[in-house]
């Protein structure tokens, strides 16, 4: 491909993650979009998946044909001329520093809501991660076909607790049972749930933003309420600005209900007309570089295991920043200014069951592993050196000490620690006094899969002792004095030597900052 053909490719590209707390829909939402798409042909594959109403043996094998955990990780079609990657953050237990790097590698978000329920933990962690980024976030009011919050409470908790400008760009008409539709402010329209008498889904509102008094739909209290509230929302309201969206200052909402796929395809169709095609990325020496650069390079945001003793491979996930990727092409990773030969690749393309040959800045590379690469790596061809910037680390909330079981085999205990350590799979600390291991993570999944791969990749047995829920807080070297440690407040070194304390709950923290007025401590994040 040359520059223009680059150019127009990553035009089309879309690559974003839903954020969401457990049970919000967003399977239900991507399975939507991945219908729209034309990716699956039918509601329900990917829920019984989640749901384990697939049989196990047939899924791997669906996953062993695709690629590997295909719609677990990243998930592309095309649609409407473009063509969209999603990213999969994990949610439940399965949180993880990894869902936190995945965010890092999109170019915007979608943010479902459960419109019952309102902003929930999960959603403010993601949500937090995305506004650092500053990329947009678009947000979506889910399960309107169930009785939930006022539209205006839900609006107004969005802009208080997130603290980002909402602009809604529909508004239910009724809801639960009572569910007429959306009054599409933005579309200037009437989105009916059930088609009308004629046949009609779409009803045209007036200059004024109104229904003609013809349709019986303007006799009905919900419409009346959704029509003052839009009335309202013009005069106090923010107004629409495409430019606070792309900085993501202004998020703009939509209501619907995934399960009935109402108002998904709106949401889609807007969504795809505001959310910004691959950037340009910033490397350490800040400069920049444009995605239509003729030379690749990217950033390794994932490396994702292969949980199959038989099998030591490991993906690592490459998000593309500029240029073209090629199958067999050669790339300097940066780190070691060693030149690797890419052969062996796959994309995530959610029907075609085949490895990548070509891809360009947006999309996503999974690349097999034998050990060459780490979290954060950049690769690129050509002469030119391109390092991107460290990806954040993220303050860990578990701690557990941890300990090699077989106290003579403290050798390959130590190597393993060091490589997954390395690699960002968890964090280590030492205990000041002791020097005991103790590793922070964000999930327990992070705990079980560093066992289980201190097991297989290193043969060491570890014990962990579950330490619980901490507040890890870092104290400047030069105003530690050791005796403000105690019992509550655990003092430790982190990998690059700095002293942090770990709390034992917020009361803790406050008393330790009511007794020392003067020390400074942060968070990571
Ligand atoms: P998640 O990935 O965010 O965890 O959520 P998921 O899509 O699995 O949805 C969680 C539950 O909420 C599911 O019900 C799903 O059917 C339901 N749900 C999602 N969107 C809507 C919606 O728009 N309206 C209504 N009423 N429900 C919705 P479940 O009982 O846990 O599973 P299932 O028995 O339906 O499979």
Known sequence: MNETKIDQAVAKRRTFAIISHPDAGKTTITEQLLLFGGVVREAGTVKARKSGNYAKSDWMEIEKKRGISVTSSVMQFDYQGKRINILDTPGHEDFSEDTYRTLMAVDSAVMVIDSAKGIEPQTKKLFQICKMRGIPIFTFMNKLDRDGREPLDLVNELEEVLGIDAYPMNWPIGMGKGLQGLYDRYNQRVVLYRKDAQGNQYLPLDAEGKLSDKYPLTEDSAYQDAEGDMELLSEAGNSFDEAKILSGDLTPVFFGS???NFGVKTFLDSYLKYAPAPAAHVDQAEEKIEPDDPEFSGFIFKIQAN???NHRDRIAFVRICSGEFDRGMDVTLHRTG????????TQFMADARHTVEKAVAGDIVGLYDTGNFQIGDTIYS???????????QFTPELFVHVAAKNVMKQKSFHKGIQQLVQE?????YTNYNTGDYILGA???LQFEVFQFRMLNEYHSEVVMEPMGKKIARWIDPEQLDERMSSSRNLLVKDRMDQPLFLFENEFAERWFKGKYPKIKLTAKL
């Open 382 to 392: 050509g002469k030119h050196d391109v390092q991107f910037e460290k990806l954040p």
């Open 442 to 444: 964000v999930g327990q």
């Open 258 to 260: 995934a399960l009935a």
């Open 338 to 345: 060693k030149v690797i030969r890419l052969s062996n690749s």
């Open 307 to 309: 949980m199959n003793p």
């Open 424 to 428: 960002g799979a968890v964090q280590l």
